[in-house]
C-alpha cells in the first residue's frame, strides 16, 4: 500500500486515455497488528495507539472507541507516545506527530528502526544495525549515539527503563545478556550474565528495583537489579515470551503472554500458576495492566485488541472490552440492506462479521453461541469451536425482525445455517436436503421456507449435472435462475418447473445478477462474461479482456455498469447499454470479492493476504467525471493503471497534492470535449431562466395561510372579551415588520413643514410604507424594491396592507383607483419574470377576494385585469403540461416489464 510516483502515473495516463471512475477512499477492518501497541494515561483516562499499515489509530480504553486515526504513508515499524506527541517509525525515519501535524522528523538513522521507548524529556530508538539514539525531544536535536555494541555479541532486542534509575536504561539483547547504561555519560554501568537465552521483552513490577525479564527459551524470571538475583522464575509453554506486565493495584499478579497467543496469570505470592487465558489465536504483540486498576490490556497479530478485567474468585480474568477484525483474508463481502452503511463479510477464520462503514465501534461478529465459556471448560481456543469456513452466503433484510434473513454454506458440510442479522446471532435452522449423505458435485438444488426451516421444493432432482456455482431469486420471487459448471444456464419457476435451459460453450465460475432489469452476469473458465437477459430468454452482451478467472462480479444500482474483477490484478468497468469498456485499474493484490452499495456511492472490495475491506469511491456520485468508452485497440497498446490500495488514515499535504495530480493525470484532453470542473465556489443564480417558474426562498409559513388568517382569528376568539390591561406610564409605538424599530413620534409640524397648528384633515389620509413603496415602484415600473420590503414583513402585517388597499385617492377622490392599477401591476411583474411565483399566487388570491367588487367599478382597470388573467392563465397551462408530462415518464420508466 505505498503511494504511486508521479512519473508512473503520468506514464500510465500517456498509455490510456481512460479517466478514473474509482478513487481510493479508506480502509475498514483492520484494528491492530504484530507492532505493540503504545500506552498513555491522560487526564485520568488511558488511551492506547495501535499500529495499521500505513496508519496509527488511537483507542480509548475506557470504551474503546476509535478516537483518532494517523496517516504516515508507509508501513509503520514502531509507536510511541510522550505528551501530546505521538513518534512513529517507518523505514530509517522517526516522524513526532502532533495530532495529524508532522512536527519533526529525524533521519539520523541509516537502517530501519525497529525500537521506541520515550525517557522523559528525550526519546530513544535503536535500528536493525544495533545503534542507540537519544533525541532531546525540547531541542530536536541528538542528544547522544551509542553505536559500539558489536551486533555479533550483542544485539539489542529491547530497551527498558528501570523505575528510580536517573538517566539508566537496561538493554536486553538476542544472545541473552543485560547491560545498564548511563545515556548521559554514555558509560557502561553494569552486564548482566543473563540465562543462556534471548531477552524478548523486559517489565517494571511495583516493587523498585525488581523487574520482569522474558526469554526466547519461555521463562520469565522476576529479577533484582540491584543484587542481581531473580526473586522468581516461571516457564511458560507455547513458544518465546512476548510481553510480561505486573498489576499495580496492590494483588501480587504476574501476567506473561507467548507466540502461541496465550495469556498465563502467576501469584507471586504463592508462585503458582493461576490459570491461562486463550487470549489471541496469534502472537501476543503486546500487553500491559492498566495503572492502580485490575485490566489487562492486549493486542495481537490476529487483527484484535482486548481489555480484561480480573474480577473472578479464583483470579482468573474475563474479557470487559474487545475490538476486532477478521485474522484472516475475508472470501466474501456484501451490502446488507439499503442503507448503504451496513455490509456482511465472511472469511478464513470461520467467522461470520458485520462492519459499519460510517461507526466502527457497531462492528461485531455475529455470535455462534456461548463459545467462550465452552472454551474455557475444556482448555480450548474459540476458534477451534466455531463452524468450519463459510463457502458463500446471501442476506436479504425484508421482515428481517420476524425470521432469520442471513444463509451461509460451510466448507465441506451438506447443511446451510440461517443467521439473524437483527440480533447478530447464529439461526435456529440447520437447512439439509433430503437423501443427502456425503458431499459430491451432484448439482441439486433446493428451496427452504427461512421462517420454519422446512424444505419447500427441489428443482430438477437434480437441476445440474455438476457443481453449482450461482443461484438467484428476483425481486418479486417469480422465477429461480441457477448457473452450473456443466456449462448451463437454467430458470425455473418459483414452484419449481423449468422454463429455459441455456447451454454455455465453457463451465461457468461465478455469477451477478441486477435485480432492477433481470440481467445475469456469467463469467466462464475461458475468462469472459455473457450477459443474459431472463426476460428476453437470451444474451444481450458479450465481454472479454482479462488474462485471468474472475473473481467476482458486482452491478451498480441502475444497472448501467457491471464492475469484474480477475487475478490479473485488475478491474474493469463495462458499460452494459454500449458493450464497451468505460474505464479500468489494476491493483497490487488481486480482488476476492467485491460489491456496491445500494446507493452507487461506493466500491468495496477484499484482496490477497489483507484482512481489512477496503472502500473506493464512485466518483460519478459526487461531481463531473468525463470519460469516454475506450476501445480495444487502446487497451491493447496501453496497460491498467495502477492504483495503491486505501489506507486506514487521512492523507497528508503532500499526499493530498500527489492524489490531485493523480487524479488530474487522467483526465481527458479538451479536444475530447471534456467538463473542466471549476475550483471556484459555486453559487445558485437568483433565475435559472426566464423559461422556468421560480420560487422564492420564504419559508411557506409566510404565504401558506395568508387567506385563511380571519379564519383562524375566528376559530381562535377567546370566549371571554378581553380585560382592559394595567395603565402604563407610557407607550413605544413600533414600526410594523419582522423587526422590532420603534416609530418617531408623529410631528404634524415637521411633516408638512407648516407653521400653523389648526388641524388639517388631510394629514389623516397619511400613506403607510407599503402604500408609499407600491405607488413609487408603480412609477419606476420595476417591483423589486416592494419585492424587498415583503421579504421583511410578517404574514399578518401583509394581510393588513392588502386589505387595506383603497379606492379613493389621498384627499377623497374616487375617480382614479391608483392603488388598485398599482397592485396590478405588481402581479403583471411577478407573472411576467416568473420570479416569486409562490408569492404572487398567495397575494393575488387575497387582492382578489377582498377587493373583488370595488375593482369591477371601474371600467379603466378592465385592460390590466385582463391582461393578469391571461398571463395567469398561460404560466399554469405551461407548468400543468410539465407536471403531467413528468408524472407520464415516471409511470412510463416503473413499468416493470421495461
Known amino acids: 500500500m505505498t503511494a504511486t510516483p508521479a512519473s508512473t502515473v503520468a506514464a500510465a495516463a500517456h498509455k490510456s486515455s481512460s479517466s478514473l471512475l474509482f478513487q481510493p477512499y479508506r480502509a475498514v477492518g483492520y484494528i491492530a497488528s504484530h507492532v505493540p501497541f503504545a500506552l498513555q494515561a491522560r487526564g485520568g483516562e488511558h488511551f492506547v495507539t495501535t499500529v495499521v499499515g500505513h496508519a496509527y489509530h488511537v483507542y480509548n480504553c475506557k470504551r474503546l472507541n476509535l478516537v483518532f486515526v494517523g496517516h504516515i504513508g508507509s508501513d509503520v515499524s514502531a509507536v510511541a507516545c510522550a505528551g501530546r506527541l505521538t513518534f512513529a517509525a517507518t523505514g530509517n525515519i522517526i516522524i513526532a506527530k502532533k495530532r495529524d501535524v508532522n512536527v519533526r522528523t529525524y533521519r539520523e538513522h541509516a537502517a530501519p528502526v525497529h525500537i521506541l521507548l520515550p525517557f522523559g524529556t528525550h526519546l530513544i530508538s535503536v535500528d536493525t544495525a544495533n545503534v542507540i539514539n537519544v533525541f532531546d525531544v525540547a531541542s530536536e536535536e541528538l542528544f547522544c549515539t551509542i553505536d559500539e555494541l558489536p551486533a555479533a555479541t550483542f544485539k539489542v532486542s529491547c530497551v527498558f527503563h528501570p523505575s528510580t534509575y536517573l538517566n539508566k536504561i537496561l538493554l536486553g539483547s538476542k544472545q541473552g545478556a543485560l547491560q545498564l547504561w548511563n545515556i548521559r555519560t554514555r558509560t557502561l554501568v553494569h552486564t548482566f550474565k543473563g540465562w543462556g537465552s534471548g531477552v524478548s521483552c523486559v517489565a517494571q513490577s511495583p516493587v523498585v528495583d525488581v523487574v520482569g525479564i522474558g526469554l526466547e527459551s519461555g521463562a520469565i524470571h522476576v529479577h533484582n537489579l540491584r543484587y542481581d538475583e531473580s526473586v522468581v522464575s516461571f516457564t511458560q509453554d507455547g513458544g518465546p515470551i512476548t510481553a510480561v506486565s505486573f498489576r499495580t493495584d496492590g494483588e501480587p499478579i504476574m501476567a506473561s503472554a507467548n507466540t502461541s497467543g496465550s495469556v498465563a496469570i502467576w501469584d507471586l505470592e504463592s508462585r503458582r500458576l493461576v490459570t491461562v487465558l486463550l487470549a489471541h489465536t496469534k502472537a501476543v504483540a503486546s500487553m500491559q495492566f492498566l495503572q492502580s486498576q485490575p485490566l489487562l490490556l492486549t493486542s495481537s497479530a490476529d487483527n484484535s485488541l482486548k481489555l480484561w478485567v480480573f474480577d473472578a474468585a479464583d483470579g482468573g480474568a474475563r474479557i470487559l472490552r474487545s475490538r476486532e477484525g477478521h485474522s484472516a483474508p475475508p472470501t466474501k463481502i456484501r451490502y446488507h440492506g439499503s442503507s448503504g452503511h451496513d455490509m456482511l463479510s465472511a472469511a478464513r477464520d470461520r467467522t461470520l462479521r458485520y462492519t459499519c462503514v460510517i461507526q466502527d465501534e457497531r462492528s461485531c461478529e455475529l455470535s455462534q453461541g456461548s463459545l467462550q465459556s465452552k472454551a474455557n471448560k475444556q482448555q480450548r481456543s474459540v476458534g477451534s469451536l466455531r463452524l468450519p469456513p463459510i463457502v458463500d452466503f446471501d442476506s436479504e433484510s425484508t421482515r428481517e425482525g420476524d425470521w432469520d434473513t442471513i444463509a451461509t454454506c460451510h466448507k465441506n458440510k451438506l447443511w446451510v445455517r440461517t443467521w439473524s442479522f437483527e440480533n447478530k446471532v447464529i439461526g435456529k435452522h440447520e437447512l ?43 425481486s418479486v420471487n417469480s422465477f429461480v435462475a441457477s448457473a452450473s459448471k456443466d456449462t448451463t444456464l437454467k430458470v425455473w419457476s418459483f414452484g419449481g418447473v423449468q422454463r429455459l435451459n441455456v447451454k454455455m460453450k465453457v463451465p461457468l465460475t461465478t455469477t451477478s445478477m441486477c435485480r432492477i432489469n433481470n440481467l445475469i452476469a456469467a463469467a466462464g473458465v475461458d ?5 443474459f437477459d431472463v426476460d428476453a430468454k437470451r444474451a444481450v452482451r458479450g465481454f472479454g479482456g482479462h488474462q485471468g478467472r474472475i473473481t467476482d462480479m458486482a452491478w451498480t444500482p441502475d444497472g448501467r455498469w457491471l464492475i469484474s474483477a480477475s487475478m490479473d490484478l485488475t478491474v474493469r468497468v463495462w458499460d452494459v447499454p454500449s458493450g464497451r469498456m468505460l474505464s479500468w485499474f489494476s491493483t497490487e493484490k488481486a480482488v476476492t470479492s467485491m460489491t456496491m452499495s445500494p446507493n452507487g456511492d461506493f466500491l468495496a472490495t477484499t484482496h490477497i493476504d489483507q484482512l481489512g475491506i477496503f472502500l473506493w469511491a464512485n466518483r460519478s456520485m459526487f461531481g463531473d467525471v468525463a470519460y469516454k468508452i475506450l476501445d480495444s485497440k487502446e487497451i491493447a497498446e496501453g496497460a491498467a493503471p495502477f492504483v495503491s490500495l486505501p489506507v486506514s488514515g487521512r492523507l497528508t499535504d503532500e499526499e493530498k497534492k500527489q492524489a490531485v495530480d493523480y487524479l488530474k493525470a487522467f483526465e481527458v484532453s479538451e479536444d475530447d470535449a471534456v467538463l473542466d470542473e471549476s475550483e471556484s465556489t459555486f453559487k445558485s443564480p437568483d433565475q435559472i431562466s426566464k423559461d422556468l417558474v421560480t420560487l422564492s426562498s420564504l419559508a411557506a409559513s409566510r404565504w401558506q395561510n395568508l387567506s385563511k388568517l380571519e379564519h383562524i382569528r375566528q376559530r381562535n376568539k377567546p370566549k371571554e372579551g378581553p380585560k382592559a390591561p394595567p395603565r402604563a406610564p407610557f407607550f413605544l409605538q413600533t414600526k410594523p415588520g419582522l423587526k422590532h424599530e420603534f416609530k418617531p413620534m408623529f410631528d404634524p409640524l415637521a411633516e408638512t413643514g407648516a407653521k400653523s397648528k389648526v388641524l388639517n384633515f388631510s394629514e389623516f ?19 423589486d424594491a416592494l419585492i424587498e420590503l415583503i421579504s421583511t414583513m410578517g404574514i399578518t402585517a401583509i394581510e393588513t396592507e392588502i386589505r387595506s388597499l383603497s379606492a379613493d385617492n389621498v384627499g377623497g377622490d374616487s375617480d382614479d383607483p391608483v392603488q388598485f392599477l398599482a397592485m396590478l401591476n405588481f402581479f403583471r411583474f411577478l407573472l411576467t419574470a416568473r420570479k416569486n411565483f409562490e408569492l404572487c399566487q398567495a397575494y393575488l388570491h387575497l387582492f382578489l377576494t377582498v377587493h373583488t367588487a370595488d375593482i369591477a367599478r371601474f371600467p379603466q382597470l378592465e385592460p390590466v385585469v385582463a391582461e393578469v388573467q391571461r398571463l395567469h392563465r398561460s404560466t399554469w397551462t405551461e407548468l400543468d403540461g410539465m407536471f403531467q408530462h413528468a408524472l407520464c415518464m415516471i409511470t412510463y420508466f416503473k413499468n416493470p416489464r421495461l
Open 432 to 474: 439439509k436436503g433430503q437423501g443427502l449423505s456425503k458431499l459430491t458435485p451432484c448439482g441439486q438444488l433446493f428451496r427452504y421456507n427461512m421462517q420454519s426451516g422446512a424444505l419447500g421444493a427441489e428443482y430438477g432432482a437434480p437441476a445440474h449435472a455438476d457443481t453449482i456455482v450461482g443461484i438467484h431469486v428476483d
Open 527 to 531: 475468462f469472459g462474461i455473457r450477459v
Open 765 to 783: 389620509g397619511v400613506l403607510s410604507a407599503f402604500q408609499r413603496t407600491l405607488l413609487q415602484c408603480n412609477e419606476e415600473d420595476n417591483f
